[in-house]
């Protein structure tokens, strides 16, 4: 089996978006920190509810 090395999606709830250009994601207190390829990092709050590695998405819930 081979998998896709695309670009994973942060899923929450209907939103979808792409973790294309996303280099870290470490864990916090209300979510994660997501830190890009420049440096520039995001908090994003929820609790990571799946980690999908075949079809390349993270599942939060608020």
Do not use: W, Y
């Not at 390829?37 to 999908?52: A, M, S």
């Amino acid at each position: 089996m081979c998998l896709d090395s695309g670009a994973f999606f942060l899923v929450q709830g209907e939103k979808q978006r792409t973790l294309e250009h996303v280099a870290s994601i470490l864990p916090g207190h209300k979510g994660v920190k997501l830190i890009d390829t420049f440096g520039n990092t995001e908090n994003v709050t929820g609790t990571i509810e799946e980690i999908d590695l075949l079809n390349r998405r993270i599942v939060m819930v608020a």
